[in-house]
Nanobody, 120 residues
Framework: QVQLVESGGGLVQAGGSLRLSCAGA????????VGWFRQAPGKEREFVAA????????SYADSVKGRFTISRDNAKNTIYLQMGSLEPEDTAVYYC?????????????WGQGTQVTVSS
């Protein structure tokens, strides 16, 4: 059974940092491109970042480029999203999903999400 579990969300002040984690099961999760998406209240879900199976290829939404970094540790079946220089506009529920493409297409499987709130 496929499982994705996000963690690491919380409340942070503008300019701060957070690291989100997405633990996937089964281990075949490591064979897929994985992405992070977010949905703010009253807004459509949007692509944030994606990473290929080996971690050598990544893509980002323009709104987070230079501030967020996606990475993965296949030994731990885990994807990370390091978020820096956070802005109130980054407030949303963050989800990981797979399989995705680096173009940002949403995947079939989704986690339950983790809330990120950035205060001004």
């Amino acid at each position: 059974q496929v499982q994705l579990v996000e963690s690491g969300g919380g409340l942070v002040q503008a300019g701060g940092s957070l690291r989100l984690s997405c633990a996937g099961a089964p281990s075949t999760f490591n064979l897929y491109f994985v992405g992070w998406f977010r949905q703010a209240p009253g807004k459509e879900r949007e692509f944030v970042a994606a990473i290929n199976w080996g971690g050598s290829g990544t893509s980002y939404a323009d709104s987070v480029k230079g501030r967020f970094t996606i990475s993965r540790d296949n030994a731990k079946n885990t994807i990370y999203l390091q978020m820096g220089s956070l802005e109130p506009e980054d407030t949303a529920v963050y989800y990981c999903s797979f399989p995705v493409a680096l173009s940002g297409s949403p995947g079939t499987y989704w986690g339950q999400g983790t809330q990120v709130t950035v205060s001004s």
